[in-house]
């Protein structure tokens, strides 16, 4: 059975961190592109990071461009976003993804919430 599941969200200050783990089973990240989406309620759903192996570089959306950062375990198959100087206006439930040409795989997500 193919699954992701995410982990790591919770409720933290503006100004704190957070790191949002994604472990995968049934399948190897290696063979995909990974990706990192956010949907806050009443908003559309916008891509935050994504991973290529054909580089091995990550990209991120310009609204965290400069405090999110990823990183990953191969052993452990599990990818990783670091969230640093975090914002109200980055609450949101947060999602992994996984595609190749022929699947393309999400998680349940996990809930971020920035408050004071």
């Known amino acids: 059975e193919v699954q992701l599941v995410e982990s790591g969200g919770g409720l933290v200050q503006p100004g704190g961190s957070l790191r949002l783990s994604c472990a995968g089973s049934?399948?190897?990240?290696?063979?995909?592109?990974i990706g990192w989406f956010r949907q806050a309620p009443g908003k559309e759903r916008e891509g935050v990071s994504c991973?290529?192996?054909?580089?091995?570089?990550?990209y991120f959306a310009d609204s965290v461009k400069g405090r999110f950062s990823s990183s990953n375990d191969n052993v452990k198959n599990t990818v990783y976003l670091q969230m640093n100087s975090l914002k109200p206006e980055d609450t949101a439930v947060y999602y992994c993804?996984?595609?190749?040409?022929?699947?393309?795989?999400w998680g349940p997500g996990t809930q971020v919430t920035v408050s004071s």
């Open positions: 049934g399948f190897t990240f290696g063979d995909y592109a």
């Open positions: 991973f290529s192996g054909s580089d091995g570089r990550s």
């Open positions: 993804n996984a595609v190749n040409s022929w699947y393309d795989y």
